[in-house]
């Protein structure tokens, strides 16, 4: 089992930044491979990065290409989404989800069975 809870979101302008972070719980981090998705009010769910495991390679959606980037420490069993630049698009409540099962990315949320809770993250414009 996997808790996953998130942390960071808040009211920024646009422009400004913001670092989620995403505490995890469970024996199995080091090993999951991890992703970051969002929901906008009136929208599906989409994905917006994913980082592995084993050399911490990312990937990331256009939209965020250039302004999100994801890390992650495995001793504190912690993954961050630290976003730059933000656009009032970016509006959104945020999700980490852990994979415990196979190597490489992920970039699909049935592939994530341990979600958490969310963090809502809203830019002014």
């Known amino acids: 089992q996997v808790q996953l809870v998130e942390s960071g979101g808040g009211l920024v302008q646009a422009g400004g930044s913001l670092r989620l972070s995403c505490a995890a719980s469970?024996?199995?981090?080091?090993?999951?491979?991890m992703g970051w998705f969002r929901q906008a009010p009136g929208k599906e769910r989409e994905f917006v990065g994913t980082?592995?495991?084993?050399?911490?390679?990312?990937y990331y959606a256009d939209s965020v290409k250039g302004r999100f980037t994801i890390s992650r420490d495995n001793v504190k069993k912690t993954v961050y989404l630290q976003m730059n630049t933000l656009k009032p698009e970016d509006t959104a409540v945020y999700y980490c989800?852990?994979?415990?099962?196979?190597?490489?990315?992920?970039?699909?949320?049935?592939?994530?069975?341990?979600w958490g809770q969310g963090t809502q993250v809203t830019v002014s414009s």
């Open positions: 469970g024996r199995t981090f080091s090993t999951s491979t």
């Open positions: 980082i592995s495991w084993r050399r911490a390679s990312t």
């Open positions: 989800a852990a994979r415990v099962v196979g190597p490489g990315l992920g970039y699909m949320e049935e592939e994530y069975a341990y």
